[in-house]
């Protein structure tokens, strides 16, 4: 394992025309210390974590410097916000520092609150230390469930001030990425009429992160094909798992489907199948019901930005299948999550309508519920569930149909049972309220309660009773939080 110094760091983005990208130095903000570290996102890098207190990575963290080999820039993109095209978007508040080779592997090291770039927009170009804790929080929550994630190395802290609604202090967070891209990156070349860039840009993109299409006689559209396929892979499993993203502007969108940009998120307390995380999201747009439709469009404003080197009716019809990707995926995912893999898929669907419609009714906490079938025949874990249905017929219908079901397949019965379930339906996810405890406890300088939390969260399948108070359902206020998009 090396420190910062000596991992093998490339610019291949910096290759391509400067129209995608502004030279760029941090900002550094001041008495740097480093809050936390991911030793997960550490290996992927190569990186000893241990090394990340020296004063040297305090100040490269802090923006307080850069490695000579860096070439940090901010990156030009475009993109919908709220369904409205905004041309003036760009890295407003971090910067692309390098990127790293490790196991054949690239990774984007990006230096989130870095300070102004010239696409800040009047913004301060920072971040501050609540919102870089829950960026930490739910990137390396995610990735411990298994969905495609953005990381976060680190958290540094300072005594740097900002302002928002109220004075609050700076922080970075260090973001490592499969990649940077988004789909606002595509209609940027579009939109501005720079085809030849478009081209160039889908050429990096996939020499980098598919080159395997490389010998399609349709790459472009191959290309595409596997964008819609990655996204409706993504979103079923947001859904799978109760996780609401709040912003999914097109710029908040991966080009290789990793969940991007942690603002206003929410993992669902009670299932509310339209519950709005972002306090501005007064319309509902960003609702967790309605993210699989907000991907489709969001896929189609991408398709639209190819239209100039592809034919119309080709992106139209890769766009069609869309819809049927996603029911697949989603079938996919809610089907290893009720134990009824071995099923007709058919007969799945039956199931996972009939559990959502019971969801629906009786407003049980969606995590506690489905790690509740590990034990679904057990009459205590089971009342204990049912005691908390608003609807108690409902429910009462639904377990009577779901444990006959399983009963005709062999389901349910076996030692295995409980041990497979519990391993596909996490315990512990980052509720808000959660987070908020640590964000408090953080501002006042105890950054205890965030590595106990960040460790918990680490292991979200296993039943570490000693941490069962973080599984417990949430207090009322805490289910009815609201979050900013204020960083």
């Known amino acids: ?114 300070g102004q770039t010239p696409f800040s927009r009047q913004g301060d170009g920072r971040a501050v230390l609540r919102s870089s804790i829950r960026e930490f929080l739910c990137s390396e929550a995610m990735a411990a469930l ?61 020499e980098h992160y598919d080159p395997d299409l490389n010998d399609q006689n349709q790459r472009y559209l191959a290309w595409y094909e596997r964008v819609v396929d990655r996204t409706a892979k993504l979103i079923a499993k947001w859904q799978s798992v109760g996780f609401n993203h709040g912003v999914m502007n097109t710029d908040n969108m991966s080009i290789l489907g990793d969940t991007f940009d942690y603002g206003p998120f929410a993992f669902l307390d009670d299932y509310e199948p339209s519950y709005i995380c972002n306090h501005s999201d007064h319309q509902g747009r960003y609702a967790f019901n309605q993210q699989p439709n907000i991907a489709n469009w969001n896929l189609a404003v991408l398709g639209q930005a190819l239209l100039p080197v592809l034919e119309k009716d080709n992106i139209i019809a890769v766009l069609e299948t869309y819809a049927e990707r996603f029911k697949n995926h989603f079938i996919h995912e809610m089907a290893i999550k009720l134990g009824i893999t071995t099923l007709p898929q058919e007969q799945q669907q039956q199931i996972i309508d009939h559990t959502f419609a019971m969801l629906t009714q009786c407003k049980l906490d969606y995590t506690r519920f489905f790690r509740a079938l590990a034990d679904v025949m057990n009459t205590e874990t089971m009342t204990s569930i049912r005691n908390e249905a608003l609807d108690i017929a409902c429910f009462d219908d639904w377990l009577e149909g779901y444990r006959l079901q399983l009963t005709q397949h062999g389901l349910g019965h076996d030692e295995s049972w409980g041990s497979t379930m519990r391993a596909v339906n996490p315990k512990y996810i980052l509720r808000n309220y959660l987070a908020q405890g640590v964000i408090e406890a953080a501002e006042q300088g105890d950054f205890a309660p965030l590595k106990r939390l960040h460790q918990v969260l680490c292991s979200p399948f296993a039943e570490q009773p000693e941490a069962d108070v973080y599984a417990q359902r949430p207090p009322d206020w805490g289910k009815h939080m609201e979050i900013s998009c204020s960083s």
């Open 146 to 206: 298994g969905i495609p994630t953005t990381r976060a190395l680190c958290v540094t802290t300072s005594t740097t001030p900002v302002y928002r609604e109220q004075q609050e202090t700076a922080a970075t967070l260090l973001r490592v990425a499969n990649t940077h891209i988004r789909f606002g990156h595509f209609e940027f070349c579009s939109f501005t009429q720079q085809h030849d860039l478009l081209k160039q840009l889908i050429d990096y993109t996939i």
């Open 1 to 114: 394992m090396n420190d910062l110094l000596s991992l093998e760091y490339l610019n291949t983005f910096t290759d391509l025309p400067s129209a995608l990208f502004h030279d760029c130095q941090p900002q550094g903000i001041e008495s740097p210390e480093i809050a936390i570290v991911s030793e997960s996102t550490a290996q992927l890098i190569g990186l000893d974590p241990n090394c990340m207190n020296d004063e040297l990575s305090k100040k490269l963290m802090a923006g307080q410097g850069v490695l000579n080999i860096w070439q940090p820039i901010a990156m030009k993109y475009t993109g919908h916000q709220f369904g409205y095209y905004n041309p003036d978007l760009g890295d407003g508040r971090g910067l692309l520092l390098s990127q790293v080779k490790h196991n054949d592997k690239l990774w984007d090291l990006h230096l989130k609150g870095a």
